[in-house]
């Protein structure tokens, strides 16, 4: 599905933080990291805005995944 849709495509499929996760885990880790690169980080930030949205994504995360998406938000995950 993805490749009739375009890679280049799937980044404006994905319109909270729970699409980013439904995504996310209906892709092998690497591709899942491949998606994350191709959604710029400012569009991430949006996607996820607080620490709620986190709290609802951070679960789904393989850890590749949970790693990336801390650098690009900058959330340290013991901070309280």
Do not use: F, K
Not at 44 to 65: I, M, S
Request: glycine share 6%; hydrophobic share 45%; charged share 35%.
């Amino acid at each position: 599905l993805l490749g009739m849709i375009g890679w280049e495509r799937v980044p404006a499929l994905v319109m909270d933080e729970q699409d980013l996760a439904h995504l996310m885990r209906a892709l092998p880790g690497g591709l899942s990291c491949e998606l994350l690169e191709l959604i710029p980080n400012e569009r991430l930030r949006e996607l996820v805005r607080d620490r709620r949205d986190w709290a609802e994504l951070e679960p789904l995360l393989e850890t590749r995944e949970r790693e990336y998406l801390l650098g690009v938000l900058e959330v340290d995950a013991d901070a309280e």
